[in-house]
């Protein structure tokens, strides 16, 4: 019995251990994006009114 909780505790810590990464690295990715769609938008917008 302590040998399947102690598998299933270590399963969820993995788990939450690689989902809080990811979070990590999409948050960080998140602003990058946002600043390139901003200037793609100045872009398009620039070019529409020459």
Same mark, same amino acid.
């Given at each position: 019995m302590k040998v399947a909780l102690c598998v299933l505790l270590s399963f969820v810590f993995i788990a939450c251990s690689n989902t809080w990464t990811g979070?990590?690295?999409d948050s960080?990715? =998140?602003?990058q994006w946002t600043k390139e769609k901003i200037n793609s938008g =100045?872009?398009?917008? $620039? $070019?529409k009114t020459r």
């Open positions: 979070i990590k690295q960080s990715n =998140a602003g =100045a872009r398009y917008i $620039e $070019e």
